[in-house]
């Protein structure tokens, strides 16, 4: 797949040569796996459970876990037409040569996308239509707790934890591979496994039907835990992204939620509560910084705020993450879960996003979904935010919850202009967004009987509250396509029937379903109506007392303990959060002598674990001071000469600033920034080099706030460079901002086809007087000579040595290659700048 770099769109996506990737020889290793991502390098790059488990596998010295992602339909075409298949990114492996190819079903939207993943692999969609020669396929994620609609598709799934369950899988393969077992012999050998489920060990007994146990004493599959973890793989470093949607250091704080929101999955299914020490976070943040140079890390849980040590481990690493402008970003956080001195701390970085999630406008209803929030409550948490600098909030809210009425939907906005109001007049620039998503009832949930919206009615309550934000200043509305809210509805809750709508979509074109401009609800309506099923029977409501999909699927919840919950839901009572208060017998833990359902994880004590039996926020707060250094100093000025080859020439010049800025940072050399509310680096580039071509010699130019000998700042750089990149040597400039541009560069250029046309192309190029082309301009179109440009050529059987004069004007040296050479790809040449010098 390499090979066809040159011509991929985007192909810093597929170069695999981040800083931190883990590299492997092939014949030391037992077992390989592909860790698969269903949507964009973008996307999964931002994925913390895939760099969980690329920490937990390649900590083996036998086994190889690499990284591949769904590409663009322009490259997965690509591919296709040249008949490559999907490889790794590390290795380059295809797909199907692997042993196994673990796949993160964060979602139902990206069902079709797995499809996608296998086909262009070479794989069998089906584990039915696979043998001995074929990876093994597996699935983990939320969604496996009932991902029976992909039940087909996947020889297992993982319920719960994988750090200790993935690395457990690939310890069987290699067994298995050894002693020579059948396919089926290895499936048996993984149901000893905890949270291993294989679908086709249960029989599909017919719509309302429980599935049927094929094998004696596997009637149920209880979820993985992670009983500690502190004792748990967690990366420091980590392959560094060419660009991610949230590109950041991210630190899982904790584990699990028993806030008990009766909506939400997540809150159900990861349970008990598990904090990491602080320690531990201590450690995860120094080393983490300082091998990867991100400035920017986030703290994640699902309950951030809930965290027992907050402000103590912010008193810890405020001043590490002050003394390098490294902002620290929070998550969506429950109403007055901050205290004020974070959020004073905070504001004196940098002040990121404020997302808060009341999730219903009314008292009422937010007793309904046991939310345990006040409007007074939330009213104190922004005020307190907008004293501390911040200019605006986003609200999460949710519609279509069960019992809402039209006047919980107009409490939205009732509330959000209290919000507005809170903020007094010295708030100038003042924005409050409410994010509304339709409401999906979810397995595993006290809400899993009821019904979803219809499309019609959820289009109907999202034009109510636009006419209601309409009217008003200061607070805007967005919200989730209702196409994919009906969407999620249908796979969310759905069974085996729907195997054959999604593959039945993904064969007329379904892909990227979770993104608006690739969404279509045409080929999923079309699947559903062609194999005679009902879409409003997946998404409507549910007798509680017949069978459901996911009940051989066990997050360690009582069916008693979900009902109950429904029951005081509809009865509009709040259950309290059972770390500070009472046991409500959920049925995942052993906490005051109860006995868990997860029976054969029982010697590992599962329970509740925390820093603090009580939140820190509560009492006295720990010391802290805002001082910090002074990032704008300007103590030295240096240029630093690099060669970009081989991988490196796919990145753009975006990119390219990202990594040297984190390399710096890695090397310890410390930038200035600029002031303002929001410091840059100050940093600067020569003419940005097109994407696909190498150089020998290019340069940037910085200040650093303390100064270095300019051979010391080569060889710290040297050290942490990713592939590619190399610095070739360092010299100091004035202190002056301006330095002078180039003007003449030098360029050779490699002709890998068709040598002797090309040449004479270039001849006759260099033969003419002019040679003008039409390029647009703010003004319309200016012809331009590009013959002018070019100093000198001379030719060889397969090269061609370029001098280029820019002092009349400037184009793309890879545009002009292609326009004399009538339109080549860099599949047909290579382009390499070699020198460059100035006025």
């Given amino acids: 797949m390499k090979e066809l770099l040159p011509i991929l769109p985007r192909p810093s996506r597929y170069i695999g040569s981040e800083w ?14 592909a860790l698969a991502f269903p949507d964009m390098y973008e996307v999964g790059m931002s994925y913390l459970g895939q760099r969980i488990l690329s920490e937990a596998v390649n900590a083996h010295p036998r086994f190889w876990a690499e990284r591949v992602y769904a590409p663009c339909v322009e490259t997965a075409a690509i591919l296709r037409d040249r008949g490559v298949f999907l490889a790794t990114l590390e290795s380059d492996t295809p797909l199907g040569e692997l042993d196994a190819v673990a796949f993160s079903l964060t979602h139902e939207l990206c069902y079709t996308n797995v499809l996608y993943m296998l086909d262009l692999g070479g794989i069998p969609l089906r584990s039915a239509q696979r043998d001995e020669t074929h990876p093994l396929v597996i699935a983990g994620g939320g969604s496996t707790f009932n991902a029976e609609p992909m039940a087909p598709f996947f020889d297992a799934m993982v319920l719960g934890d994988g750090e200790e369950t993935l690395p457990a899988i690939l310890a069987c393969i290699e067994k298995s591979r050894h002693v020579g077992e059948s396919r089926e012999q290895l499936l048996r050998g993984l149901i000893d496994i905890p949270g291993i489920y294989v679908p086709s060990f249960f029989a599909d007994q017919g719509p309302g039907m429980p599935l049927k146990p094929l094998v004696e004493g596997y009637e149920k599959v209880e979820k993985a835990v992670v009983a500690d973890l502190n004792a748990a793989p967690f990366p420091r470093g980590t392959a560094v992204p060419y660009g991610a949607v949230h590109d950041r250091l991210t630190m899982e704080i904790a584990r699990g939620c028993t806030r008990g929101c009766r909506f939400c999955q997540a809150g159900m299914i990861y349970r008990p509560v598990r904090e990491r020490s602080l320690e531990t976070l201590d450690d995860i943040l120094t080393r983490g910084l300082a091998e990867t140079g991100y400035e920017e890390t986030s703290i994640l849980s699902l309950s951030t705020g809930d965290f027992s040590a907050l402000d103590t481990f912010f008193t810890r690493s405020f001043d ?3 003394a390098e402008q490294v902002s620290i970003s929070l998550p969506s956080l429950r109403v007055g879960s901050l205290s004020a001195p974070i959020m004073e701390r905070i504001s004196s970085i940098r002040r990121t996003g404020a997302t808060l999630a009341p999730e219903a406008g009314s008292q009422r209803l937010r007793d309904v979904i046991n939310k345990g929030v006040t409007e007074e409550e939330l009213i104190d948490h ?9 200019q605006g909030v986003k609200l999460y809210f949710m519609i279509g919850l069960p019992t809402e009425t039209d006047a919980d939907l107009d409490a939205i906005v009732d509330l959000c202009l209290k919000v507005r109001d ?12 409410a994010a ?9 949930t006290p809400f ?13 309550r999202i034009g109510r509250l636009r006419d209601g934000f309409r009217v008003h200043k200061r607070i805007n509305l967005k919200f989730h396509e209702p196409e994919m809210t009906t969407l999620e509805g249908l796979f969310s809750r759905g069974d085996r029937r729907l195997a054959e709508v999604v593959e039945q979509a993904y064969r007329d074109g379904a892909l990227f379903s979770s993104w608006k401009d690739h969404l279509s609800l045409g080929p999923y309506r079309k699947a559903v109506e062609e194999l005679g099923l009902s879409w409003d029977e997946f998404t409507g409501p549910r007798d509680p007392e017949s069978p459901l999909p996911w009940d051989h699927l066990s997050c360690g919840l ?10 005081r839901a509809l009865a509009e009572r709040v259950t309290e959060d059972c770390r500070y208060a009472a046991c409500r017998n959920c049925g995942v833990c052993g906490h005051d002598d109860h006995i868990s359902t997860l029976t054969a994880q029982a010697h590992k004590n599962i329970r509740p674990r925390l820093v603090f039996t009580e939140r820190d926020q509560e009492g006295e707060q720990p010391a802290y001071s805002l001082d910090k250094p002074d990032l704008t100093i300007r103590a030295a000025h240096f240029r630093i000469w690099y060669q970009k080859t081989g991988p490196a020439a796919f990145l753009s010049q975006l990119e390219l600033q990202a990594v040297f800025e984190r390399a710096l940072r890695r090397a310890g050399l410390p930038l200035s920034f600029s002031a303002g509310f929001h410091p840059m680096p100050r940093l600067s580039f020569g003419m940005a080099l097109p994407v696909g071509v190498a150089s020998r010699l290019e340069w940037i130019n910085i200040f650093l706030r303390e100064d270095f000998d300019p051979d010391e700042v080569t060889a710290r750089l040297d050290r942490v460079m990713p592939e590619g990149l190399s610095p070739l040597r360092t010299e100091r400039l004035d202190m002056g901002k301006r330095q002078p541009q180039p003007v003449i560069e030098d360029f050779e250029l490699l002709l890998l086809r068709d040598a002797p046309q090309h040449l004479a192309q270039w001849a006759a190029f260099m033969e003419s ?6 390029r647009k301009t703010k003004r319309g179109t200016k012809d331009v000579d590009i013959r002018a440009m070019v100093a000198s050529a001379v030719t060889s059987d397969d090269t061609v040595t370029l001098t280029c004069d820019w002092r009349e004007g400037y184009i793309s040296p890879l545009a002009l290659i292609q326009t004399v050479l009538n339109g080549a790809t860099l599949l047909d040449f290579n382009l390499t700048k070699t020198a460059q010098r100035f006025a």
């Fill in 20 to 33: 931190g990737v883990v590299r492997k020889d092939p014949a030391r290793v037992t077992v390989r796996c």
């Fill in 320 to 322: 590490k993450c002050a």
């Fill in 382 to 390: 922004v005020r307190l935010l907008f004293d501390n600098g911040w």
């Fill in 422 to 433: 809170a903020a007094g007049r010295h708030v100038k620039r003042l924005q409050v967004t």
């Fill in 436 to 444: 509304v998503s339709p409401f999906v009832p979810k397995p595993q």
């Fill in 448 to 460: 899993q009987w009821e019904p979803q919206l219809s499309y019609d009615e959820i289009c109907r």
């Fill in 558 to 567: 009582t069916r008693r303990f979900l009902l109950t919950e429904r029951q």
């Fill in 769 to 774: 007087d002019k040679f003008l082309i039409t």
